[in-house]
């Protein structure tokens, strides 16, 4: 069967590399920016009504936040933002896909991050969130095998325009380069593999992923 995959995000950073790379497959995409690329929606994944796509093997949802602060400085209003945009999001899109995926035997893929696996200052929202994205993840797996495979990518800081204000200056560069283990940063294509091989093994599911320069389990 032909695969037909729905990338939630596919227009810039990790999900636009996935566009890119994804050979074989019929890609779908949505963001709140206008492609030039076919089968492309322009929508918000939030609030927007979402399409109808028939025949669906697979679902990516890239949609994420990076709101560094202090805990003290972290407000409501920043938890639930961050909850809802990684979270809640992902859910409205699972539940709306949810029976096509399951009637064509698909598999999700979501995005993590390093920050849930090991424990960063002035990460604990997006950790929250993300970590409540994880777990729900292995949940998704569990409930939906053996028709639909969940899985989930946790990059570390990777060079896309969510992370432009960290990557800013070279100096900048260097020193989160310098973190890992690896010493260097990801590009969108280290992360869009990842997401290539969740969707393509179909022998993989419930699985976290560290695709992060060694930094979730490395001391170097
Ligand atoms: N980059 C990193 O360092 C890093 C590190 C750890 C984890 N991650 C995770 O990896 C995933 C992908 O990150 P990225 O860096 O590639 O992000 P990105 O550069 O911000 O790209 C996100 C994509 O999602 C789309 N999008 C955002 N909000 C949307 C909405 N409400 N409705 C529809 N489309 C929306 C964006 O397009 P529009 O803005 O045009 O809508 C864009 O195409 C995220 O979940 C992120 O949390 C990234």
Redesign the pocket.
């Known amino acids: 069967m032909e695969k037909k995959t729905l990338i939630?995000?596919?227009?810039?950073?990790?999900?636009?590399a996935l566009v890119e790379q994804l050979n074989g497959h019929d890609c779908y995409s949505?963001?709140?920016?206008a492609s030039n690329r076919p089968n492309h929606f322009v929508?918000?994944?939030?609030n927007d009504d979402l399409p109808e796509i028939e025949g669906l093997t697979g679902l990516v949802?890239?949609?994420?936040?990076?709101n560094l602060k202090p805990f003290h400085r972290l407000s409501r209003e920043d938890f639930l933002a961050d909850f809802e945009?990684?979270v809640l999001?992902a859910v409205r899109a699972l539940q709306f896909y949810f029976r096509t995926l399951k009637k064509n035997k698909g598999a999700v893929v979501l995005?993590?991050?390093?920050?849930s696996q090991q424990g960063m200052p002035f990460h604990a929202s997006?950790a929250a969130a993300?970590g409540g994205l994880e777990s729900l993840a292995r949940s998704l797996a569990a409930e939906w095998a053996p028709s639909i495979r969940v899985n989930i990518v946790?990059?570390?800081?990777?060079?896309?325009?969510?992370?432009e204000a960290?990557l800013s200056t070279d100096q900048k560069r260097e020193n989160a380069a310098q973190r890992h283990p690896l010493k260097k940063i990801?590009s969108?294509s280290d992360?869009a593999k990842a997401a290539i091989f969740c969707l393509e093994n179909d022998w993989l599911t419930g699985q976290s992923i560290g695709v992060d320069g060694g930094m979730s389990t490395l001391r170097v």
């Open positions: 939630i995000g596919g227009t810039k950073g990790i999900g636009q949505i963001s709140r920016s929508l918000d994944v939030l949802y890239c949609p994420g936040s990076i945009k990684n999001g995005f993590g991050t390093v920050a997006i993300k946790n990059p570390s800081l990777t060079d896309t325009p969510l992370a960290l990801g969108p992360i």
